[in-house]
């Protein structure tokens, strides 16, 4: 990858993960965490899966970035962005399942800053 790209996409993915390695990590631990999304032949959901992904990212060095890790961030990223624009009414937010499933993809609509 170029460059530009890789500085393009750790940006976009550092946007849209506002989570740390640690918050995550423990989410995912969590009931609520496993509770939702599409699950697969193992029982866990295509989120949760990303989830375990994003915490291995994030505390990987960026020199130690592959390829594959790239293509993950941008996937993230877009996830974010698309689950985004979905956000149901502001009185469900907080314990709704589209709440919880951008949690998975390292992403806490309620958290400021």
Excluded: C
């Excluded at 130690?64 to 996937?75: F, G, I, P, Q």
């Excluded at 956000?87 to 951008?102: C, F, Q």
């Amino acid at each position: 990858m170029a460059d530009e790209d890789t500085g393009t996409i750790r940006r976009e993915f550092g946007e849209a993960v506002n989570m740390t390695a640690s918050e995550l990590e423990k989410w995912l631990d969590s009931d609520e965490s496993q509770a939702v999304g599409q699950k697969d032949g193992d029982g866990e959901s295509t989120g949760h899966a990303s989830g375990r992904r994003i915490v291995e990212l994030l505390r990987r060095k960026n020199d130690d970035l592959t390829d594959d890790d790239y293509a993950h961030m941008r996937k993230v990223h877009g996830y974010v962005q698309r689950h985004l624009a979905q956000e149901p009414a502001k009185e469900d937010v907080e314990t709704s399942k589209w709440r919880y499933s951008l949690m998975n993809w390292g992403h806490d609509p309620l958290k400021k800053g």
